[in-house]
């Protein structure tokens, strides 16, 4: 399991992992020792089986199998990757009964703080330069949020799914031997909004280091006309919320390459047009 991404300490055993929280105060280990268990009832093999944890230690640790693989961020997904993220993303929202899923607790990151925390960032108008493209997004992307269309999102008609709540292209590991995908770091999991879940993977900002076809994989999904909407309506938070972060003083500029900022807003656009 690659942790070149990972924010805490990893141990790579033969066959486990063993992982040591560097921060624990949204319950993450907690989170990720309920996620793996129910993942390894309801459908096994999809994530990490979970070995052992003493998840109350300082730091928390948790043990888990090693799965074969590299991390899907930093390349190009292939057609065959794709469709590969959406069997393993379908398997996840479909084969966990709603009745289980009900009973797991919320996800901290979600609609409802997606909405508040970017209305928020807005309204503290960010330095985003002086570059007439990031001008025009910015000014399109208040319009939108000063709108009752994100409102509409934080209303869930659909039945809630076991989400990890972070689209980083990092928590997919491709196994180029069995041609399938699986799902790893769950300690911000939890009950989530299939839509929102999609947004999250389609627009994180890990898909400035290298592509991957959101309308592709949408195709590969198993969604009526109403939830397409509203995935679309989460894609357009989501490209925003981190275009407003991308300033030159903002909390994801350290992270990002050069130029990230201007692709945003032609993302932003897109989006919103």
Same mark, same amino acid.
């Given at each position: 399991m690659?942790d070149?991404?990972?924010?805490?300490n990893?141990?790579?055993?033969?066959?486990?992992?063993?992982?040591? /929280?560097?921060?624990w105060?949204?319950?993450?280990p907690h989170?990720?020792w309920?996620?793996?268990?129910?993942?390894a009832?309801?459908?096994?093999d999809?994530?990490?089986?979970?070995?052992?944890?003493?998840?109350?230690?300082?730091?928390?640790?948790?043990?888990m199998?090693?799965?074969?693989?590299r991390?899907?961020?930093?390349?190009?997904?292939?057609?065959?990757?794709?469709?590969?993220?959406?069997?393993?993303?379908?398997?996840?929202?479909?084969?966990?009964?709603?009745?289980?899923?009900?009973?797991?607790?919320?996800?901290?990151?979600?609609p409802?703080?997606?909405? %508040?925390?970017?209305?928020?960032?807005a309204?503290?108008?960010?330095?985003?330069?002086?570059?007439?493209?990031? @001008?025009?997004?910015?000014?399109a992307?208040?319009?939108?949020?000063?709108?009752?269309d994100?409102d509409?999102?934080?209303?869930?008609?659909?039945?809630?799914?076991?989400g990890?709540? #972070?689209?980083?292209?990092?928590? /997919?590991?491709?196994?180029?031997?069995?041609?399938?995908?699986?799902?790893? #770091?769950?300690?911000?999991?939890g009950?989530n #909004?299939?839509?929102?879940?999609?947004g999250?993977?389609?627009?994180h900002?890990?898909?400035?280091?290298g %592509?991957?076809?959101?309308?592709?994989? @949408?195709a590969?999904?198993?969604? #009526?006309?109403?939830?397409?909407?509203?995935?679309?309506?989460?894609?357009?938070?989501?490209?925003?919320g981190?275009?407003?972060q991308?300033?030159?003083?903002?909390?994801?500029?350290?992270h990002?390459?050069?130029?990230?900022?201007?692709?945003q807003?032609?993302?932003?656009?897109? @989006?919103?047009?």
């Amino acid at each position: 399991m690659a942790d070149r991404f990972s924010t805490h300490n990893i141990e790579l055993g033969d066959d486990v992992v063993t992982k040591r /929280y560097a921060s624990w105060s949204r319950g993450e280990p907690h989170r990720e020792w309920a996620a793996l268990t129910l993942l390894a009832e309801h459908t096994p093999d999809l994530a990490p089986a979970p070995v052992e944890a003493d998840l109350d230690a300082d730091p928390p640790m948790l043990v888990m199998t090693r799965l074969p693989g590299r991390v899907l961020r930093g390349e190009d997904a292939t057609s065959e990757q794709v469709e590969a993220i959406a069997a393993a993303l379908n398997r996840l929202h479909q084969a966990i009964p709603t009745r289980v899923v009900e009973t797991v607790e919320p996800a901290p990151w979600g609609p409802a703080t997606g909405v %508040d925390k970017y209305r928020a960032w807005a309204d503290k108008q960010p330095d985003l330069g002086e570059d007439p493209l990031v @001008l025009e997004a910015y000014q399109a992307g208040v319009e939108w949020l000063a709108s009752t269309d994100p409102d509409k999102l934080t209303t869930n008609p659909h039945p809630p799914v076991l989400g990890l709540a #972070d689209g980083n292209h990092a928590n /997919y590991l491709w196994d180029d031997q069995g041609k399938r995908v699986r799902l790893i #770091d769950w300690e911000d999991s939890g009950r989530n #909004d299939r839509a929102f879940e999609l947004g999250e993977v389609i627009e994180h900002i890990s898909r400035v280091d290298g %592509d991957l076809d959101g309308d592709e994989l @949408l195709a590969h999904l198993d969604l #009526d006309s109403a939830e397409a909407e509203r995935v679309h309506g989460f894609r357009r938070l989501i490209a925003l919320g981190w275009f407003l972060q991308l300033g030159p003083n903002g909390p994801a500029t350290p992270h990002n390459p050069v130029g990230t900022l201007e692709r945003q807003a032609a993302r932003v656009l897109q @989006l919103l047009n």
